[in-house]
Protein backbone atom coordinates (compact mmCIF):
# COMPACT_ATOMS: atom_id res chain seq x y z
CA UNK A 1 0.00 0.00 0.00
CA UNK A 2 1.52 3.31 -0.92
CA UNK A 3 0.73 6.73 1.31
CA UNK A 4 -1.99 7.82 -1.57
CA UNK A 5 -3.89 4.80 -1.46
CA UNK A 6 -4.10 4.93 2.65
CA UNK A 7 -5.09 8.14 2.37
CA UNK A 8 -7.65 7.58 -0.13
CA UNK A 9 -8.81 4.85 2.50
CA UNK A 10 -9.04 7.28 4.79
CA UNK A 11 -11.15 9.91 3.14
CA UNK A 12 -13.22 7.15 1.56
CA UNK A 13 -13.77 5.53 5.44
CA UNK A 14 -14.16 8.78 6.77
CA UNK A 15 -16.91 10.04 4.64
CA UNK A 16 -18.78 6.70 4.17
CA UNK A 17 -19.14 5.68 7.73
CA UNK A 18 -21.00 9.05 8.76
CA UNK A 19 -22.97 9.73 5.49
CA UNK A 20 -25.36 7.43 4.46
CA UNK A 21 -23.23 5.63 1.73
CA UNK A 22 -22.10 2.35 3.48
CA UNK A 23 -17.87 2.59 4.44
CA UNK A 24 -17.85 -0.90 3.65
CA UNK A 25 -19.14 -1.06 0.57
CA UNK A 26 -17.34 1.43 -0.72
CA UNK A 27 -14.42 0.30 0.79
CA UNK A 28 -14.67 -3.40 -1.00
CA UNK A 29 -15.55 -1.61 -3.80
CA UNK A 30 -12.56 0.58 -4.26
CA UNK A 31 -10.51 -2.70 -3.27
CA UNK A 32 -11.87 -4.63 -6.47
CA UNK A 33 -12.02 -2.30 -8.47
CA UNK A 34 -8.48 -1.48 -8.36
CA UNK A 35 -7.18 -4.60 -7.28
CA UNK A 36 -5.73 -4.18 -4.45
CA UNK A 37 -4.05 -6.86 -1.85
CA UNK A 38 -6.40 -7.00 0.95
CA UNK A 39 -5.55 -4.43 3.85
CA UNK A 40 -4.21 -5.72 6.84
CA UNK A 41 -6.41 -6.15 9.87
CA UNK A 42 -4.13 -3.48 12.16
CA UNK A 43 -5.11 -0.87 9.30
CA UNK A 44 -8.54 -1.80 9.14
CA UNK A 45 -9.04 -1.13 12.68
CA UNK A 46 -6.68 1.94 13.10
CA UNK A 47 -9.30 3.58 10.04
CA UNK A 48 -11.97 2.59 12.46
CA UNK A 49 -10.65 4.31 15.85
CA UNK A 50 -9.92 7.29 13.55
CA UNK A 51 -13.98 7.40 12.83
CA UNK A 52 -14.72 6.69 16.62
CA UNK A 53 -12.47 10.07 17.48
CA UNK A 54 -14.19 11.69 15.05
CA UNK A 55 -17.31 10.60 17.01
CA UNK A 56 -16.05 11.27 20.69
CA UNK A 57 -15.10 14.98 19.13
CA UNK A 58 -18.65 16.22 18.35
CA UNK A 59 -20.68 14.54 21.18
CA UNK A 60 -17.47 14.76 23.54
CA UNK A 61 -20.10 16.34 26.60
CA UNK A 62 -23.07 13.63 25.72
CA UNK A 63 -20.34 10.68 26.08
CA UNK A 64 -18.82 11.95 29.05
CA UNK A 65 -22.16 12.72 30.95
CA UNK A 66 -23.09 8.93 29.67
CA UNK A 67 -20.14 7.59 31.20
CA UNK A 68 -20.47 9.18 34.54
CA UNK A 69 -23.89 8.24 34.67
CA UNK A 70 -23.21 4.62 33.66
CA UNK A 71 -20.64 4.38 36.75
CA UNK A 72 -23.94 5.67 38.65
CA UNK A 73 -26.06 3.19 37.23
CA UNK A 74 -23.49 0.83 38.40
CA UNK A 75 -23.03 1.91 42.30
CA UNK A 76 -26.48 2.20 42.69
CA UNK A 77 -27.07 -1.33 41.30
CA UNK A 78 -24.70 -2.65 44.47
CA UNK A 79 -25.92 -0.18 46.92
CA UNK A 80 -29.77 -1.75 46.28
CA UNK A 81 -27.84 -5.31 46.55
CA UNK A 82 -26.12 -4.19 49.92
CA UNK A 83 -30.01 -3.05 50.62
CA UNK A 84 -31.43 -6.24 49.62
CA UNK A 85 -29.41 -7.71 52.20
CA UNK A 86 -29.88 -5.46 54.67
CA UNK A 87 -33.64 -6.31 54.34
CA UNK A 88 -33.68 -9.92 54.60
CA UNK A 89 -31.40 -9.16 57.60
CA UNK A 90 -34.78 -7.27 59.27
CA UNK A 91 -33.85 -3.62 58.52
CA UNK A 92 -36.94 -2.93 56.20
CA UNK A 93 -36.90 0.82 56.75
CA UNK A 94 -34.16 1.06 54.35
CA UNK A 95 -35.31 1.85 50.30
CA UNK A 96 -34.50 0.78 47.33
CA UNK A 97 -32.28 3.98 44.74
CA UNK A 98 -34.04 4.34 41.56
CA UNK A 99 -31.16 3.29 39.02
CA UNK A 100 -32.88 5.04 35.98
CA UNK A 101 -33.73 8.33 37.44
CA UNK A 102 -32.63 10.70 34.62
CA UNK A 103 -32.26 10.92 30.63
CA UNK A 104 -28.59 10.42 30.07
CA UNK A 105 -29.24 7.08 32.40
CA UNK A 106 -31.52 5.58 30.08
CA UNK A 107 -29.85 6.61 27.13
CA UNK A 108 -26.70 4.55 28.91
CA UNK A 109 -30.02 1.21 29.00
CA UNK A 110 -30.52 2.01 25.29
CA UNK A 111 -27.33 2.42 23.66
CA UNK A 112 -26.57 -1.33 25.88
CA UNK A 113 -30.03 -3.02 24.36
CA UNK A 114 -29.24 -1.86 21.13
CA UNK A 115 -25.16 -3.40 21.43
CA UNK A 116 -26.72 -6.87 22.57
CA UNK A 117 -28.31 -8.14 18.98
CA UNK A 118 -25.96 -5.98 17.10
CA UNK A 119 -23.05 -7.99 18.58
CA UNK A 120 -24.72 -11.61 18.47
CA UNK A 121 -25.24 -10.80 14.83
CA UNK A 122 -21.79 -9.49 14.03
CA UNK A 123 -20.30 -12.01 15.34
CA UNK A 124 -22.71 -15.12 14.19
CA UNK A 125 -22.21 -13.98 10.53
CA UNK A 126 -18.82 -12.53 10.62
CA UNK A 127 -17.27 -14.93 7.96
CA UNK A 128 -20.16 -14.52 5.92
CA UNK A 129 -19.58 -10.62 5.61
CA UNK A 130 -15.81 -11.20 4.98
CA UNK A 131 -17.12 -13.32 1.96
CA UNK A 132 -19.41 -10.75 0.76
CA UNK A 133 -16.83 -8.24 0.71
CA UNK A 134 -15.23 -10.23 -2.13
CA UNK A 135 -18.09 -10.17 -4.28
CA UNK A 136 -19.07 -7.17 -6.32
CA UNK A 137 -22.43 -7.87 -7.10
CA UNK A 138 -22.95 -8.22 -3.28
CA UNK A 139 -22.01 -4.25 -2.39
CA UNK A 140 -24.07 -3.02 -5.63
CA UNK A 141 -27.41 -4.68 -4.45
CA UNK A 142 -26.82 -3.56 -0.74
CA UNK A 143 -26.29 -0.06 -1.90
CA UNK A 144 -29.72 -0.65 -3.19
CA UNK A 145 -31.05 -1.49 -0.29
CA UNK A 146 -29.33 1.34 1.14
CA UNK A 147 -30.76 4.00 -1.43
CA UNK A 148 -34.99 2.71 -0.62
CA UNK A 149 -33.82 3.10 3.30
CA UNK A 150 -32.74 6.51 2.32
CA UNK A 151 -35.78 7.35 0.39
CA UNK A 152 -37.76 6.01 3.33
CA UNK A 153 -36.34 8.06 5.89
CA UNK A 154 -36.83 11.73 3.98
CA UNK A 155 -40.56 10.72 4.34
CA UNK A 156 -40.91 9.65 8.37
CA UNK A 157 -43.17 11.63 10.11
CA UNK A 158 -41.59 13.86 12.47
CA UNK A 159 -41.20 12.39 16.11
CA UNK A 160 -40.68 13.96 19.30
CA UNK A 161 -38.82 11.06 20.92
CA UNK A 162 -36.08 11.30 23.48
CA UNK A 163 -34.24 8.90 25.61
CA UNK A 164 -37.44 9.43 27.88
CA UNK A 165 -39.65 8.05 25.64
CA UNK A 166 -38.04 5.83 23.95
CA UNK A 167 -38.95 1.96 24.70
CA UNK A 168 -36.16 -0.49 24.92
CA UNK A 169 -37.99 -2.57 22.41
CA UNK A 170 -37.12 0.31 19.82
CA UNK A 171 -33.55 0.10 21.26
CA UNK A 172 -33.52 -3.72 20.38
CA UNK A 173 -34.93 -3.30 16.88
CA UNK A 174 -32.43 -0.75 15.89
CA UNK A 175 -29.93 -2.98 17.15
CA UNK A 176 -30.98 -5.47 14.68
CA UNK A 177 -30.86 -3.00 12.12
CA UNK A 178 -27.26 -2.04 12.90
CA UNK A 179 -26.30 -5.88 12.69
CA UNK A 180 -27.88 -5.98 9.43
CA UNK A 181 -25.45 -2.87 8.40
CA UNK A 182 -22.51 -4.72 8.85
CA UNK A 183 -23.37 -6.12 4.94
CA UNK A 184 -20.69 -4.26 3.03
CA UNK A 185 -23.08 -1.87 1.14
CA UNK A 186 -25.71 -1.55 3.37
CA UNK A 187 -25.18 1.83 5.43
CA UNK A 188 -24.80 1.19 9.03
CA UNK A 189 -25.75 5.19 9.60
CA UNK A 190 -28.46 5.21 7.17
CA UNK A 191 -30.25 2.51 8.42
CA UNK A 192 -30.02 3.08 12.31
CA UNK A 193 -31.36 6.92 11.38
CA UNK A 194 -34.01 5.34 9.35
CA UNK A 195 -34.65 2.94 12.39
CA UNK A 196 -34.83 5.84 14.42
CA UNK A 197 -37.17 7.72 12.70
CA UNK A 198 -39.48 5.14 11.82
CA UNK A 199 -39.52 4.09 15.70
CA UNK A 200 -40.47 8.64 16.11
CA UNK A 201 -36.90 9.96 17.36
CA UNK A 202 -36.97 13.67 17.02
CA UNK A 203 -34.52 14.47 13.79
CA UNK A 204 -31.57 15.53 16.00
CA UNK A 205 -31.58 12.64 18.87
CA UNK A 206 -31.98 10.12 15.86
CA UNK A 207 -28.40 11.01 14.77
CA UNK A 208 -26.88 11.60 18.09
CA UNK A 209 -28.57 8.08 18.71
CA UNK A 210 -27.09 6.61 15.53
CA UNK A 211 -23.42 7.89 16.22
CA UNK A 212 -23.23 7.51 19.84
CA UNK A 213 -24.70 3.98 19.77
CA UNK A 214 -21.99 2.70 16.97
CA UNK A 215 -19.42 3.57 19.37
CA UNK A 216 -19.79 -0.07 21.12
CA UNK A 217 -20.21 -1.55 17.79
CA UNK A 218 -17.12 -0.07 16.55
CA UNK A 219 -14.94 -0.54 19.40
CA UNK A 220 -15.99 -4.62 19.64
CA UNK A 221 -15.33 -5.01 15.83
CA UNK A 222 -11.84 -3.27 16.74
CA UNK A 223 -11.40 -5.83 19.43
CA UNK A 224 -11.92 -9.18 17.62
CA UNK A 225 -9.80 -7.66 14.61
CA UNK A 226 -6.92 -7.11 16.92
CA UNK A 227 -7.06 -10.85 18.86
CA UNK A 228 -6.57 -11.70 15.36
CA UNK A 229 -4.12 -9.77 14.55
CA UNK A 230 -1.01 -12.31 15.01
CA UNK A 231 2.05 -11.51 13.72
CA UNK A 232 1.45 -8.77 11.09
CA UNK A 233 4.70 -7.47 10.35
CA UNK A 234 4.55 -4.00 9.62
CA UNK A 235 7.55 -1.72 8.58
CA UNK A 236 8.03 2.26 9.25
CA UNK A 237 6.85 3.53 6.31
CA UNK A 238 3.72 1.27 6.63
CA UNK A 239 2.99 3.07 9.89
CA UNK A 240 2.93 6.11 8.54
CA UNK A 241 0.93 5.67 5.99
CA UNK A 242 -1.63 4.16 8.54
CA UNK A 243 -1.20 7.00 10.95
CA UNK A 244 -2.04 9.43 8.15
CA UNK A 245 -5.08 6.93 7.08
CA UNK A 246 -6.53 7.27 10.45
CA UNK A 247 -5.66 10.81 10.88
CA UNK A 248 -8.02 11.73 7.38
CA UNK A 249 -10.51 9.26 8.54
CA UNK A 250 -10.90 11.44 11.46
CA UNK A 251 -10.42 14.61 10.29
CA UNK A 252 -13.25 14.13 7.45
CA UNK A 253 -15.44 12.06 9.57
CA UNK A 254 -15.87 15.02 12.05
CA UNK A 255 -16.91 17.23 8.86
CA UNK A 256 -19.13 14.45 7.84
CA UNK A 257 -21.24 14.21 11.74
CA UNK A 258 -21.87 17.49 11.07
CA UNK A 259 -23.21 17.29 7.49
CA UNK A 260 -25.33 14.62 8.67
CA UNK A 261 -26.97 17.04 11.48
CA UNK A 262 -27.77 19.43 9.06
CA UNK A 263 -29.11 16.40 5.97
CA UNK A 264 -31.63 14.83 8.70
CA UNK A 265 -32.69 17.81 9.75
CA UNK A 266 -33.54 19.38 6.51
CA UNK A 267 -34.51 16.32 4.96
CA UNK A 268 -32.02 15.91 2.05
CA UNK A 269 -31.53 12.34 1.87
CA UNK A 270 -32.76 11.77 -1.19
CA UNK A 271 -29.65 13.31 -3.00
CA UNK A 272 -27.43 10.63 -0.97
CA UNK A 273 -30.61 7.66 -2.23
CA UNK A 274 -29.80 8.78 -5.95
CA UNK A 275 -26.06 7.92 -5.46
CA UNK A 276 -26.50 4.74 -3.41
CA UNK A 277 -28.61 3.64 -6.51
CA UNK A 278 -26.80 4.85 -9.50
CA UNK A 279 -23.27 3.04 -7.31
CA UNK A 280 -25.01 -0.18 -6.48
CA UNK A 281 -26.46 0.09 -10.31
CA UNK A 282 -22.88 0.34 -11.87
CA UNK A 283 -21.54 -2.47 -9.06
CA UNK A 284 -24.36 -5.11 -10.17
CA UNK A 285 -23.29 -4.31 -14.10
CA UNK A 286 -19.80 -4.13 -13.83
CA UNK A 287 -19.90 -7.99 -12.27
CA UNK A 288 -21.63 -9.24 -14.96
CA UNK A 289 -19.30 -7.44 -17.37
CA UNK A 290 -15.88 -8.84 -15.55
CA UNK A 291 -17.58 -12.53 -15.12
Not at 70 to 92: E, P, Q, Y
Not at 105 to 123: A, E, H, N, Q, Y
Amino acid sequence: MSLLEAIIMGLIQGITEFLPVSSSGHLALFEIAFDLEKTGLLFDCLLHFGTLIAVFAVYFRDIWKMICEGFGIIGDFFINAGTAVSKLMGHKEKKYRKIICNGYRKFVMLVIVSTIPTGIIGIAAKDLIELASTILIVPGICLIVTSILLFIADRCKEGTKTPKHVSYTNAFIIGICQGFATLPGISRSGTTITACLLSGFDRKFAVKYSFIMSIPAILGSVVLQLLELGDEKITTNEWIYYLAGTLVAAVVGYICIKIMLYVVRQKKYTIFSIYCLIIGVISISAYFVLV
